[in-house]
């Protein structure tokens, strides 16, 4: 079945040191976004790709960034993760920019 | 600022009931999505209104669109254990100028429990 995929599903690491979350997708979409959702809070985008186009949201901390080496592949790279940045990240798709999202189940990042 | 703001942010009711949940946004959209979103868990695509659209079905769910008052309501009728879960509604901003590079602005999320 197509979906979209992210790995791993729960992820720990200690405060400063870099992590990156992967996600693949099997759709074909040429729209990839990455949220990042804190308990009980509303998903908030943090960054999307169209087909190749970078775009960054203006309150994006520096300390994320996102690299799609393909269509099928989109990482997110944390540089220095802060007790602040503990939460789930979601990965989604879309064709094109207005259309439903798809999203993978997410990674619950654990920052020590 | 938060483009979508749901009522209520809590909703309990029992099995076989209905639910509604409303939906306020701020500035002209495009389309209005609904999201489902079980504990721990991505989210689930429910249903696409667009802006010159009033009502839509899709199987239980019943959604609404007013785009004088902006805002929109999520009917689930006959409501069963499994429909437990977070709802979210979803706003595409109008941008004229970006075709094709829009982007999805979600609400406060509104948490159901249906009681068995």
């Known amino acids: 079945d197509a979906m979209v995929i992210q790995n791993p599903r729960y992820q720990v690491t200690q405060f400063g040191k870099p992590v990156t979350l992967s996600c693949s997708q099997t759709?074909?979409?040429?729209?990839m976004y990455w949220y990042q959702q804190k308990s009980s809070q509303a998903p908030k985008l943090l960054f999307h790709?169209?087909?190749?186009?970078?775009?960054n949201e203006a309150d994006t901390p520096d300390n994320f960034q996102s690299r799609r080496p393909n269509t099928s592949f989109c990482f997110l790279d944390i540089r220095s993760p802060g007790l602040g940045d503990a939460a789930m990240y979601l990965c989604?798709?879309?064709?094109?920019?207005?259309?439903?999202?798809?999203f993978g189940p997410g990674t619950r990042l654990t920052v020590l | 600022s938060q483009q979508g703001e749901e009522d209520p942010q809590a909703l309990s009711i029992q099995e076989g009931e209905n639910a509604t949940m409303n939906c306020s946004y701020k500035t002209s959209i495009n389309n209005l999505q609904w999201y489902r979103q079980n504990s721990g868990r991505g989210l689930v695509h429910l249903i696409l209104?667009?802006?010159?659209?009033r009502e839509k079905h899709s199987g239980r769910l019943r959604v609404t669109l007013d785009t004088s008052k902006k805002s929109s309501s999520l009917l689930i009728t006959a409501s069963r254990a499994a429909d437990t879960a977070s709802y979210f509604c979803?706003?595409?901003?109008?941008?004229?100028?970006?075709?094709?590079?829009?982007?999805?602005?979600f609400g406060t999320g509104t948490r159901l429990t249906i009681i068995p």
């Open positions: 989604a798709t879309s064709r094109e920019g207005g259309n439903e999202q798809f």
């Open positions: 979803a706003t595409l901003l109008t941008l004229i100028s970006n075709f094709g590079n829009e982007k999805l602005t």
């Open positions: 790709y169209y087909d190749k186009d970078f775009n």
């Open positions: 759709l074909n979409h040429n729209v």
């Open positions: 209104i667009r802006s010159n659209e």
